[in-house]
């Protein structure tokens, strides 16, 4: 088969590393990523700075002088641009036509790199974010009561706090052009890279981005681990549930070994998929006590963890599960031919992955982040396929899914 996630790889002089992904598409989509987010926001640094950063650099340049005039010209033809702030980076990002994409793409650096910051404009973001704090911060870092006591009162999944990602009030008050000149001297860092797909030439790229001047910078991180804050099984009432819902879920200290964080993510995939997953079939097929089970897992530099969601009926389906759950994993894990099955079912479906130019980027991007280089399709395929030793998914159940390490919690209907 063919690879589809192989990126050509151009380091410049100026340590800028650029990822490109020439396709056959009649569009462009250029992310730009400086190394430096959230977390960063550690003093003298004033709280929420890179974050009001990314506003402003995205109001006005040196190329783009007017008020919101870079973003007219994208989206007047069609195009799209944003940015984001995270704890450990800040992306922008275009999407254009092929054949605008020269000048959108100068317009980008130009934004990033060449911003123009006014009073009057630091003025306007302030009222702006301060709404934008308050959309988020009642469940914070949840979307609602139970999501929020998951990520602090079950684990604690802190990240950044509300105030050290967008500012306190005071914080917001007191920016000035001063903050916004002195954090954006951070950006130009010698770890930027930039993703590239679809069809552009590469040496325009190249040549646009070897102008920048970088600098080694190394700026000091808050942004605690994620940890247990009640392992042990416990209950908890709240408002906005309507079905006795158990959690049972991990910590994963190996965040950098591909391997290791794959075998957790498919053996989750083996026990609740709703083809042939273990628990599934068992909770719905045979019991009729689920529409549904669901999982996630979360990976990021600070940690990971990974959490299974039985929504249930009542407390004596819970009890049930709970004294048959490892039992079946177990059972599950030793049964060579399901664990075959499950391989070629992952491999068929393959076949589906990194069809679209965002998919290839959003993966090459993810790769980069969590483990400091892109594997290729063939490599994480070859990855999956040695899960067929079954001694090694015993390994890594001990290790992060046995009952001296996993974590419980049953939310109930108020």
């Not at 009642?138 to 609602?144: C, H, I």
């Amino acid at each position: 088969m063919k690879d589809r996630l192989i990126f050509e790889t151009v380091r410049l002089p100026n340590g800028i590393t650029v990822y490109s992904y020439p396709t056959d598409v009649p569009f462009v989509d250029a992310r730009i990523i400086i190394p430096l987010g959230s977390a960063h926001n550690v003093a003298p640094i004033r709280q929420g700075s890179f974050h009001f950063l990314e506003h402003m650099v995205l109001n006005r340049s040196k190329m783009n002088p007017e008020l919101d005039s870079f973003s007219k010209i994208i989206g007047q033809s069609g195009g799209r641009i944003g940015g984001s702030t995270y704890p450990f980076k800040t992306v922008y990002d275009v999407e254009v036509k092929h054949d605008l994409f020269e000048n959108a793409f100068g317009g980008l650096v130009s934004q990033v790199f060449e911003p123009i910051f006014t009073k009057e404009d630091i003025e306007n973001e302030i009222g702006v974010i301060k709404n934008e704090r308050r959309r988020k911060e009642r469940f914070f870092p949840g979307n609602n009561k139970l999501g929020k006591y998951l990520l602090t009162e079950w684990m604690n999944d802190p990240l950044c706090p509300m105030t050290q990602r967008l500012g306190s009030d005071a914080d917001l008050e007191a920016m000035n052009l001063s903050d916004m000149l002195k954090v954006h001297e951070y950006y130009f860092n010698d770890q930027i890279c930039v993703f590239v797909g679809g069809k552009f030439e590469i040496d325009s790229v190249c040549k646009k981005l070897s102008k920048i001047e970088t600098r080694k910078i190394i700026l000091p991180e808050d942004c605690s681990k994620i940890s247990w804050k009640k392992r042990e099984y416990h209950e908890s009432k709240f408002d906005d549930v309507n079905r006795y819902t158990y959690y049972f879920g991990g910590l994963n200290e190996s965040v950098n070994d591909l391997r290791e964080t794959s075998a957790i993510r498919f053996i989750l995939n083996l026990l609740v998929n709703h083809i042939q997953g273990s628990l599934y079939n068992w909770l719905r097929n045979e019991k009729g006590w689920v529409y549904e089970i669901g999982y996630l897992c979360h990976l990021e530099k600070n940690g990971s963890y990974w959490k299974i969601f039985f929504p249930v009926n009542n407390e004596e389906q819970v009890k049930i599960i709970r004294d048959e759950l490892h039992s079946k994993i177990v059972d599950t894990l030793k049964n060579s031919d399901l664990v075959e099955k499950e391989i070629n079912r992952l491999r068929s479906k393959s076949v589906f992955f990194y069809q679209t130019l965002d998919q290839v980027l959003n993966e090459g991007i993810s790769f980069h982040d969590d483990y400091g280089k892109i594997f290729t399709e063939l490599e994480y395929l070859s990855i999956m396929e040695s899960f067929a030793d079954t001694d090694y998914l015993m390994k890594i159940y001990e290790k992060h899914m046995s009952p001296g390490v996993t974590g419980e919690f049953l939310a109930i209907p108020e």
